[in-house]
């Protein structure tokens, strides 16, 4: 018999319908009846190709004596955090106020008088073990507490309550200058080039951030405390050759368990996916021409367009760890659909292509995880027609076809579907086929890039398609939403979704001044596209932004009513903050409109977070990002002839402009902010002034 959460269309919710625990989803009904009851909130958050939340979903959630415990005391509510990340934003810095850590699920207890949680964790096994209790105990606990423990539970509250709420009102503003940005270079720098953690994330915000600093080393000369350039690059060839990347059929996985790149938790992430094809284009234009670049962006666009597009032009969200190795198991098993023994490959591949995969990826007898093999390269260079013939072989026992004649494969929705099916190749692991608008418009932006940099067509188209499709679905009553479930729109979009669409139309906007690379049967301009973005931005500013204090909220006034706090994300994590990209967009259509009201916002909001980037360097690069498009910003004016020449060129913080009234000598118009230089009359002169726009003040 399946609980109310059959009825959601969140993949995560649907994972728990089955459950014997009565879950309810986050609505005022749920809420009331709480209160109501007097019962402690047991609020459960995840997604849906989390590992650990599908462990406590096969274990403590199946629980019957769990269920009736926490049915009789609690009021449980699970919530999909890529449906809410308001919500989950809370409650995550909420557990690490309490615990000092965090992560998925989120399991935390709130009162159900003013939704302020007393009690936090994350996975809790059914049984006492890893040095945790057993879930049965917890409730038990702190039910117990919550009924004898009045004036105590009130102060833990309060004073996670006031916590809260005092992250949220930042000190007073502090000074912003060029020291302050690089400061925030080297820390990302740092945080990209040392520290052995026990895992690798591919952490883009900060590698961002330094490869926009190599172009100061000149200014900088020898006093910068690390190589910048060697860092950038090796964080480039960590991804294109380690483990993290998919090698045979493409894509990156959402990181690595081990600090050599080697072993990954096999989850493939839309957002994670979309900003690496960004960084690795970036990297490429900015002189590092690493075949391995070329060729992991050019399978992850692959794998896009096989795996992750719906037939409707836009992109699902991600894909699952686990996969099944038979129908007939109970529990899928993590990466499953990705590893090889060494026994396979002796039957699948020749002995030339073995030993030519052995001199290029890590492969042994005795494997890297669990017995069998992770591929992961050894160096960097073009992979011979040998190997690159072995990994064809490896992609058709994968997916029963080979890559010539395989264009789309279908995703499996569910482990019902994924168990069912009949597959000619491996069971694949399960895909989350929601549409995400902030997710969609990372992938676009990375497409966009890689579009001009690799001059290809069907990158662009791809983009186009995932662009229009939001545009044409997600306003509903004149209102802007975060999701689509099969066609149908849901969630009011969030500072994230509006920050990352309108960088993704600037982007269109630059991609399409290009000629050659015209998607011709759509016939758009790029005016068409900078139009756009200035109109999601006036919604954007009218509905989220903070007029006391600056900044934009992660939500509308009346999509958050029943929220302890109003945040204004400024702190990364595994995608950029909506803040600052929200204010490097300020910047650019500054530029584009020349409406200066979009630079004194931005001014604005850079001096609503500058005491957190003074204080807090480490947690939000991307307003550094944003502070650089500020300080170094730069107009491009030049002929439809030369604007590939520039456009192709890394150059961090200038927008390309068309100009077809530039005087007969001159080859471009460039203009330092607000001021403008002479017309260059050679392309050598025009690209000694963009240099020096771009480090002036340095």
């Keep these: 018999m399946t609980n109310r959460l059959a009825q959601t269309q969140s993949l995560y919710l649907r994972k728990h319908a089955e459950n014997p625990i009565d879950w309810w989803f986050w609505c005022d009904e749920a809420l009331a009846k709480a209160k109501a009851e007097n019962k402690p909130i047991f609020l459960s958050i995840g997604y849906s190709s989390c590992h650990w939340c599908t462990v406590m979903e096969g274990e403590a959630f199946s629980d019957l004596a769990v269920a009736a415990y926490l049915n009789a005391n609690f009021l449980p509510i699970k919530v999909d955090r890529e449906e809410r990340p308001d919500i989950d934003s809370i409650y995550m810095q909420a557990l690490q106020m309490m615990t000092g850590q965090g992560g998925w699920p989120l399991n935390i207890f709130l009162a159900p008088e003013d939704l302020v949680p007393f009690y936090g964790g994350t996975y809790f096994p059914l049984e006492p073990r890893y040095g945790r209790p057993g879930f049965l105990q917890v409730l038990q606990a702190l039910r117990r507490y919550y009924d004898t423990e009045k004036q105590d539970l009130r102060s833990r509250q309060e004073a996670i309550l006031e916590a809260i709420q005092q992250a949220a009102i930042l000190p007073n503003t502090q000074p912003l200058n060029s020291a302050l940005l690089r400061q925030g270079i080297e820390t990302s720098t740092g945080i990209i080039t040392g520290g052995d953690y026990g895992t690798k994330f591919p952490m883009i915000p900060y590698a961002d951030l330094a490869l926009r600093g190599w172009r100061f080393l000149p200014v900088w000369k020898d006093n910068f405390r690390y190589n910048l350039p060697e860092s950038c690059t090796q964080r ?33 992430m839309l957002y994670d996916n979309g900003q690496i094809v960004e960084y690795l284009a970036n990297l490429w234009s900015a002189g590092v021409k690493e075949p391995a670049f070329e060729r992991a962006i050019a399978l992850t666009v692959k794998w896009l367009q096989r795996e992750m597009t719906a037939p409707e032009g836009y992109f699902y969200a991600a894909q699952d760890a686990d996969s099944f190795i038979h129908p007939e198991e109970a529990e899928p098993e993590e990466g499953a659909f990705y590893v090889w023994s060494y026994s396979e490959l002796e039957n699948i591949l020749t002995s030339e292509e073995l030993t030519a995969i052995q001199a290029e990826f890590t492969v042994t007898p005795q494997g890297n995880f669990e017995g069998k093999n992770v591929l992961q ?75 001009i940099v690799f001059q290809q067509n069907d990158y662009l188209d791809l983009a186009v398609r995932a662009a229009n499709f939001i545009l044409e679905n997600q306003w509903v009553d004149g209102r802007f939403h975060r999701l689509n479930y099969d066609g149908k729109a849901a969630v009011m979009a969030q500072s994230e979704d509006y920050a990352q669409f309108i960088k993704a139309l600037l982007d269109l906007h630059q991609a399409s001044l290009v000629e050659t690379l015209h998607v011709e049967t759509l016939h758009v301009t790029s005016l068409h596209w900078l139009e756009k973005a200035i109109a999601v931005q006036t919604e954007f500013d009218e509905l989220l932004w903070s007029v006391e204090l600056g ?82 910003c730069t107009t491009i004016r030049t002929s439809q002839q030369q604007i590939e020449t520039f456009l192709t060129q890394y150059l961090p913080a200038a927008v390309l402009t068309q100009a077809d009234n530039l005087p007969d000598s001159s080859v471009g118009l460039v203009c330092k902010g607000l001021t403008c230089l002479a017309p260059a009359e050679t392309l050598e002169k025009m690209q000694q002034q963009i240099q020096q726009s771009q480090m002036r003040g340095m």
């Design 377 to 451: 390269r050894r160096q960097v260079g073009i992979l011979s027609e040998t190997v690159e013939s072995a990994l064809k072989k490896l992609f058709q026992v994968r997916y029963g076809s080979t890559v010539e004649e395989l264009e789309i494969f279908p995703p499996a929705r569910n482990n019902q579907e994924a168990k069912t099916q009949t597959w000619a190749g491996r069971i694949p692991a399960v895909t989350d086929t929601k549409m995400i608008v902030a997710w969609n418009s990372l992938m676009i932006s990375g497409l966009a890039r890689a579009a």
């Design 551 to 632: 900044g934009y909220f992660n939500t509308a006034k009346d999509a958050s009513q029943e929220l302890i706090i109003r945040e204004r994300s400024y702190m990364d994590n595994a995608t950029p903050a909506a803040n600052g990209v929200a204010i490097a967009n300020l910047v650019r259509l500054a530029l584009l409109t020349e409406d200066l009201t979009y630079l004194d916002r931005a001014e604005q909001g850079l001096q609503a977070f500058s005491s957190a980037m003074h204080q807090h360097p480490q947690a939000c690069p991307s307003l550094f990002t944003a502070f650089d498009w500020y300080s170094h």
């Design 236 to 268: 480039g060839i960590d991804l294109a050759l380690g483990g993290i990347y998919d090698h045979v059929g493409g894509g990156f996985h959402r990181y690595t368990v081990d600090p050599t790149w080697t072993v990954p938790h096999f989850e493939k």
